[in-house]
């Protein structure tokens, strides 16, 4: 049934007189318009059992690029920290690691694309509106810096033994600057991979629209300290060591608020079956892993356990959540309960005239 604005103008309809000769049918008897219903009333499902939300068509390689990217984004980051700091070390482990990272997760991205190409055909323009329109062109520009500062670093180590020429004095010119820009496009490379997946009809994944990006992002904070926590002494370490602690803490807030703020309906898939495991264990190598990360950070073994159990934290975050957002859609459960619970609360707010549902 719809709602129309001639609806008002239309009379009202004249009760229905019986026919002569017919007799009439007393109620509750099985016959006439007071008949006992003999067929149950109907559930909604969807439309012959098909779900009625189409599921995103990722896998694990789309978990892997939003995990790598979370921590290339972080590690920038930090290196640029580091840079400004005087902590070399830290600086160029952090810069490898956002290197290896990016590099990682594009390779990810274009085994679940298909063909390198399609990549490429996503910057032939810029739409604002589309978040991987976006996120193509801030991974594209995180990884120039990236990549240019690593490669100084490369060619420090080495000894200067890269085939680079004259190019050698323009890259150690431009090396300061290129990490300052990939730790400018950081957070929005650990954060619009959130937006790209809210900004769909994924029932989970849409009802976390609103604090999803604080998780990525403090996932990503944690996971890029606990690495940065494996690969540098300690005694360089500790601005690593602060920034897995403030992730730690910035996730379990962000996703303790993320559920709250969601429909109880759609956020079941993030407790149930798989992603719920995934999820919970997320939650407490987390806190085992920050928990190291403040009390013992100072030792190198407690740090690289620590650091160990930091990345697959983060790592079970972006699966879990991956998972959960395509478990939601194989329910119409998910979809149509908290279409209807949205649509009760704006009727008792008096919004009648904003969709076409009348009935439930």
Partial sequence: MTVSDFDEYRPPELPRRPKRGSKRRRAGTGEGRGEVPMVPEAEFTSY????????PPWGDPIAAYLFLGGVAGGSALLAA????????ILCRNSRLAALAAVGMGAVALVEDLGRPERFLN??????????????????????????VSAVSEIDRMTGSRLPLGPLRRLLRGLEGPAGIEAAVFAAPLSAYTAVLLSDTANPTWNAAREDLPFVFVSSAGLAAGGL????????????????????V??????????EKNMDPVAAEPLHSDGPGRMLAWSE?????????????????????VS???LLSASALTRFGILRAGIRSTE??????????????????????????????
Avoid: C
């Fill in 249 to 258: 803490a910035g996730e379990l807030i962000a996703s303790r608020l993320m």
């Fill in 48 to 55: 012959y059992g098909r779900p009625v939300v189409k599921p």
């Fill in 122 to 147: 996503m910057l032939r323009t810029i739409k604002l509106t589309s978040p991987m329109s976006l996120g193509s062109w801030i991974l594209t520009a995180f990884s120039a810096g990236a990549g």
């Fill in 81 to 88: 920290g580091a840079q400004l700091t005087g902590r070399t």
């Fill in 307 to 309: 650091g160990v159990a």
């Fill in 331 to 360: 329910n119409p459960r998910y979809t149509i309960e908290p279409q209807k619970r949205r649509l009760a609360a704006r009727r008792e707010a008096g919004v009648v005239h904003d969709s076409i549902t009348t009935s439930e």
């Fill in 228 to 247: 940065a926590m494996i690969t540098t002494p300690v005694r360089e370490a500790g601005p690593a060591r602060a920034l897995a602690v403030l992730g």
């Fill in 284 to 304: 407490r190598l987390a806190i085992v892993g920050g928990v190291g990360a403040l009390l013992g950070g100072r030792y190198r073994l407690t740090a690289a």
